[in-house]
């Protein structure tokens, strides 16, 4: 069974850091895409960056651009968002999702809770 | 930033047949903007239902399909059960890698 742990969210005060992880729990996991996904209380999906198998091509939206960083280890199964200079408006369930064949979003983990409030 | 809009809610009979659509403030959506349909249900993750406009997971319930429709992504439940009413998300790829979910749709299976 496909599982995805995400794991790093909490309380942070606005202008901090904070590092995601999404564990995968299969071995496939160094041949597909990763996707970072946010959840805002109350609100609709956002998309937020994309990373390919090996790293070489990487996509950010323009809301977190300059800000968060999404990198990789697949020796460790294991993918990750760094993200610097929080706002308030970061506050969000933070979602990684692991593509399978053409499709980008097959798995999704079950979020992880990120407050940014002073 | 393209903006992708959806109905924000619709009501459906059980065994019912609705219609929810995708369309994108740019113009027409093509099978170039790769539609994905997403069902999310309270309290839980985001499950994909569709991506390229039409295909489905392995997990997909054959009731639902997707396709293009007057210039809109469409996503047709036909025979709606009540464990379909959740939300329900689009999502649109753009020129540039932008890449924009939809507003969501509500989906009341009364």
């Known amino acids: 069974e496909v599982q995805l742990v995400e794991s790093g969210g909490g309380l942070v005060q606005p202008g901090g850091s904070l590092r995601l992880s999404c564990a995968d729990s299969?071995?496939?996991?160094?041949?597909?895409?990763m996707n970072w996904v946010r959840q805002a209380p109350g609100k609709g999906l956002e998309w937020l960056s994309y990373?390919?198998?090996?790293?070489?091509?990487?996509y950010y939206a323009e809301s977190v651009k300059g800000r968060f960083t999404i990198s990789r280890d697949n020796a460790k199964n294991s993918l990750y968002l760094q993200m610097n200079s929080l706002r308030d408006e970061d506050t969000a369930v933070y979602y990684c999702?692991?593509?399978?064949?053409?499709?980008?979003?097959?798995?999704w983990g079950q979020g992880t809770l990120v407050t940014v409030s002073s | 930033q393209a903006v992708v809009t959806q109905e924000p809610s619709l009501t459906v009979s059980p065994g019912g047949t609705v219609t929810l659509t995708c369309g994108s403030s740019t113009g027409a959506v093509t099978s170039g903007h790769y539609p994905y349909w997403f069902q999310q249900k309270p309290g839980q993750a985001p499950r994909t239902l569709i991506y390229?406009?039409?295909n489905k997971h392995s997990w997909t319930p054959a009731r639902f399909s997707g396709s293009l429709l007057g210039g809109k992504a469409a996503l047709t439940l036909s025979g709606a059960q009540p464990e379909d009413e959740a939300d329900y998300y689009c999502?649109?790829?753009?020129?540039?890698?932008?890449?924009?979910f939809g507003t969501g749709t509500k989906v009341t299976v009364l």
């Open positions: 999502f649109l790829s753009y020129p540039g890698a932008r890449f924009v």
């Open positions: 990373i390919n198998s090996d790293s070489s091509t990487i």
């Open positions: 999702a692991r593509g399978h064949s053409s499709s980008w979003f097959a798995f």
């Open positions: 390229d406009t039409s």
């Open positions: 299969v071995f496939t996991f160094s041949t597909n895409n």
